[in-house]
Every structure is written in C-alpha cells, then in structure tokens.
C-alpha cells in the first residue's frame, strides 16, 4: 500500500537543503510550479502540503513540456 509523504514546502525545502546546501529551489520555485499545475498540492489549514516522492520525480525527470 502507497502512502504518500505529505510535507508542508518549507520542509520539503529544508529537506532538499540539508542534502544540497547549493541549491537553488526556494519557496517561491516550489509555488509557482503549483500554481502552474506542474506538481499537486492541498491545503490543509493555513498550510500547503505536496507529495514529496511526486516533488523529486519532477525534478528527476525534468520539464519536458
């Protein structure tokens, strides 16, 4: 059975630092490819959660479109 890890973007943010301090994905970037339909995102309460598997095959596969 999938479970889907659900992370609110600041800490998919924090994840993505703390194995790339270099990186260039900030919280506006994560926003905007929601915002663009690019990655899937629900609210719950005053916080925006997204699937952190859905978010690193994204960048795995790149923007083809």
């Known amino acids: ?15 993505i630092k ?5 990186t260039v994905i900030n919280w506006k970037l994560v926003k905007r490819l929601i915002k663009e339909g690019k990655l899937t995102a629900m609210k719950f309460g ?3 959660l997204i699937n952190l598997d859905e978010f690193y095959g994204f960048f795995k596969k790149g923007d083809n479109e």
Request: aromatic share 8%.
């Open 18 to 22: 703390a194995q790339d301090p270099q």
């Open 46 to 48: 005053n916080a925006w």
């Open 1 to 15: 059975m999938y479970i889907p890890r659900l992370r609110k973007i600041n800490d998919v943010i924090a994840e």
